[in-house]
């Protein structure tokens, strides 16, 4: 609906400093020629969108402009507050403390709908160590302070980095810190719980970065992956998809269950999981990981006898 469109379209400016015409038609899926009459609709139900000629030109609402807070329906609300909950669920952060106590004052009257689901991110909290790191990380991207600490990589190869932080992210069911990386002279993905020793230094960035989700989406992991194909149980396909959700199961009837997925060599998370359903699986391919296994095993038979 047209409605849905215009108050789309203001939410989107109010969140940014100034958008084209080609990126809102592709945002909302019309033409620019409707954006350029929506915008003009907009401006005349008296919400001042201005614009900018130019390559890098485009529409943009004034910063003098404030929303009513009745925008937002008492759904919403929840569904934000349930957000925010979650995240302090798995993350230690006063600021978003601050924010549910706001979103709870803001609520139309104050009463909340009965929320449909919740969020229980316990699973980010990873130690008392990787929490004070992040901590000092948090503060000294706010600050866009360089920051030195000893980093153990996945080969087990230890060294001291330099690096101007600019994202804390949990991806691969860990914490990374996004930073571009003085001594690589490029950006970098560095786990946190193998970092040690983080401090801040006194020193500023010595460049301007581009807005970190943008270098961070375009960052291409620098891990060298390999193909593993597994041979697997039927009884076994529930726990196997559970392990390895972004794997391909084929049913092959000929030798049975047959799942392929690609996987970082050196990281050790798919590899642990692997051996806790070694007795539903089977090594198909790469020989490497075949000979990995074997040579494994082995270890293990003479260890434990």
């Given at each position: 609906m047209k409605i849905d469109r215009l108050l789309g379209i203001v939410v989107y400016l109010l969140g940014r400093d100034t958008v084209s015409a080609r990126v809102l038609a592709e945002k909302f899926g019309v033409s620019p020629r409707t954006i350029q009459r929506d915008i003009e609709s907009i401006s005349l139900a008296g919400i001042p969108v201005g614009s900018l000629q130019g390559q890098s030109g485009g529409y943009f609402i004034v910063d003098s402009f404030k929303m009513n807070r009745q925008l937002l329906q008492a759904e919403d609300y929840a569904i934000i507050l349930a957000a925010l909950k979650g995240l302090l669920s798995g993350y230690d952060n006063e600021r978003a403390q601050n924010a549910v106590d706001k979103m709870m004052a803001l609520s139309p009257d104050r009463a909340l709908p009965q929320q449909a689901f919740q969020l229980n991110l316990g699973v980010l909290r990873e130690g008392k160590n990787t929490a004070q790191d992040m901590a000092v990380l948090e503060q000294a991207i706010k600050e866009k302070k360089v920051i030195r600490f000893q980093y153990t990589d996945a080969r087990n190869i230890v060294s001291d980095r330099c690096v101007e932080p600019l994202l804390l992210t949990y991806k691969w069911y860990a914490w990374y810190l996004f930073a571009y990386c003085r001594d690589k002279?490029?950006?970098?993905?560095?786990?946190?719980?193998?970092?040690?020793?983080?401090?801040?230094?006194?020193?500023?960035?010595?460049?301007?970065?581009?807005?970190?989700?943008?270098?961070?989406?375009?960052?291409?992991?620098?891990?060298?992956?390999?193909?593993?194909?597994?041979?697997?149980?039927?009884?076994?396909?529930?726990?196997?998809?559970?392990?390895?959700?972004?794997?391909?199961?084929?049913?092959?009837?000929?030798?049975?269950?047959?799942?392929?997925?690609?996987?970082?060599?050196?990281?050790?998370?798919?590899?642990?999981?692997?051996?806790?359903?070694?007795?539903?699986?089977?090594?198909?391919?790469?020989?490497?990981?075949?000979?990995?296994?074997?040579?494994?095993?082995?270890?293990m038979v003479k260890k434990y006898g």
């Open positions: 002279q490029d950006y970098r993905l560095f786990r946190i719980s193998r970092m040690r020793q983080a401090a801040s230094m006194s020193k500023p960035f010595a460049a301007t970065h581009a807005d970190a989700e943008d270098l961070l989406a375009a960052h291409t992991d620098h891990r060298h992956s390999i193909n593993v194909k597994l041979l697997c149980a039927a009884e076994g396909r529930v726990l196997l998809e559970e392990a390895f959700p972004n794997a391909e199961l084929l049913d092959v009837r000929e030798v049975g269950l047959v799942m392929s997925f690609s996987v970082p060599e050196e990281e050790s998370g798919w590899f642990g999981r692997l051996l806790e359903h070694s007795d539903l699986v089977t090594v198909l391919e790469p020989e490497s990981l075949r000979e990995r296994m074997r040579s494994l095993a082995e270890r």
